[in-house]
């Protein structure tokens, strides 16, 4: 990116917080990808405003991250801005029970500061690899539990660099959608209603769908999480095995054995074999059973 541009940027925000091809690996939970024209992390909303000002200005390309992990990096990396939002993670109570988070903060962050607050209704989010802000894009969910169910309120950044306030309804939450997707908006913040509760219940739900996690999905390979959503009538793993692809791998990418539904790198993967293996997977389930599966991971690069 032009070196007058990068300069400005540092004006804006500190220097070391500006970052010059920055290598996405170390910041997609794939941990893939290559290099990032500048890796940019605003401070605070203000900064933000003027980071996004600029790159419109000279039509330059950036994308908004959290924690990475709904995300494929191309090998050939992205030639435009990564803007992370990970400085944008407090977590506050506001009144008796209500979270206030930041877009940046962990899903993990806030159910334990949920359950340190005697609050429940979030247990279900704790083992959600991500943030808040990307969980309400795709109104993120998980053992019948989805963030519709506990946002009161979400405070984004329209794409004219306007803040505005979307109550729950105007949310439009649906399955892993909601009217932040497609609209350009930016999260940056989320109100969270819960319900007061006993603690020590809290925590246990919150240990026991820990445990069903580690027996259930391979924690223990970088992914994405579930890679496909879910078709309707039909769950994506039992597609996905009855094509014969438990176990298949291209490279160091591969189908997991214990869940068909998440594509890992089981050791050296590149973004290129994590591609492949997702497309040739679609192929095959389409072929099998007539059912188009469609990934919940964003590809960002060329591919």
């Given at each position: 990116?032009?070196?007058?541009?990068?300069?400005?940027?540092?004006?804006?925000?500190?220097s070391?917080?500006?970052i010059?091809?920055e290598?996405m690996?170390?910041?997609t939970t794939?941990?893939?990808?290559?290099?990032?024209?500048?890796?940019?992390?605003?401070?605070?909303?203000e900064?933000?405003?003027?980071?996004?000002e600029?790159?419109?200005?000279?039509?330059?390309?950036?994308f908004?991250?959290?924690?990475?992990?709904?995300?494929?990096?191309?090998d050939?990396?992205?030639?435009?801005?990564?803007?992370s939002l990970?400085k944008f993670?407090?977590?506050?109570?506001?009144?008796d029970?209500?979270?206030?988070?930041g877009?940046?903060a962990?899903?993990?962050?806030?159910?334990?500061f949920?359950r340190?607050?005697?609050?429940?209704?979030?247990?279900?989010?704790?083992?959600?690899?991500?943030?808040i802000?990307?969980?309400?894009i795709?109104n993120?969910?998980?053992?019948?539990?989805?963030?519709?169910?506990?946002?009161?309120?979400v405070?984004v950044?329209?794409?004219?660099?306007?803040?505005?306030?979307?109550d729950?309804?105007?949310?439009?939450?649906?399955?892993?959608?909601?009217?932040?997707?497609?609209r350009?908006?930016?999260?940056?913040?989320?109100?969270?209603?819960?319900e007061k509760?006993?603690?020590?219940?809290?925590?246990?739900?919150?240990?026991?769908?820990a445990?069903?996690?580690?027996?259930?999905q391979p924690?223990?390979?970088p992914s994405?999480?579930?890679?496909?959503k879910r078709?309707e009538?039909?769950?994506?793993g039992k597609?996905?095995?009855?094509a014969?692809?438990?176990g298949?791998s291209?490279?160091?990418?591969?189908?997991?054995d214990?869940?068909c539904?998440?594509?890992?790198?089981?050791?050296?993967?590149?973004?290129s074999?994590?591609?492949?293996?997702?497309?040739?997977?679609?192929?095959?389930v389409?072929?099998?059973?007539?059912?188009?599966?469609e990934?919940e991971?964003?590809?960002?690069?060329?591919?």
């Amino acid at each position: 990116m032009n070196k007058e541009v990068v300069e400005y940027m540092r004006q804006i925000v500190s220097s070391e917080n500006v970052i010059e091809n920055e290598d996405m690996s170390r910041h997609t939970t794939f941990k893939t990808g290559g290099p990032a024209s500048l890796f940019i992390s605003p401070e605070d909303t203000e900064q933000l405003i003027k980071v996004i000002e600029v790159l419109k200005k000279i039509s330059g390309d950036y994308f908004i991250l959290g924690n990475g992990s709904n995300i494929l990096v191309s090998d050939k990396g992205f030639d435009g801005a990564v803007i992370s939002l990970k400085k944008f993670s407090g977590i506050e109570l506001k009144g008796d029970d209500t979270i206030v988070a930041g877009a940046g903060a962990l899903n993990s962050a806030i159910a334990s500061f949920a359950r340190d607050n005697s609050l429940t209704g979030f247990e279900f989010a704790a083992g959600i690899p991500g943030t808040i802000g990307g969980a309400m894009i795709m109104n993120a969910g998980a053992y019948d539990g989805e963030m519709k169910q506990v946002t009161k309120e979400v405070t984004v950044l329209s794409p004219a660099g306007e803040i505005m306030v979307l109550d729950n309804q105007t949310m439009e939450f649906g399955y892993r959608t909601s009217a932040i997707k497609g609209r350009g908006y930016i999260v940056l913040s989320v109100e969270l209603k819960l319900e007061k509760g006993d603690q020590g219940a809290i925590s246990e739900k919150m240990a026991e769908l820990a445990a069903r996690r580690r027996d259930k999905q391979p924690l223990e390979f970088p992914s994405a999480g579930s890679t496909f959503k879910r078709p309707e009538g039909f769950f994506a793993g039992k597609l996905i095995e009855d094509a014969g692809l438990r176990g298949y791998s291209i490279g160091g990418a591969a189908v997991s054995d214990k869940h068909c539904g998440f594509v890992i790198n089981k050791g050296g993967a590149t973004s290129s074999d994590i591609y492949r293996l997702i497309t040739e997977v679609k192929a095959k389930v389409m072929e099998t059973s007539g059912v188009e599966l469609e990934p919940e991971v964003i590809m960002l690069g060329d591919f």
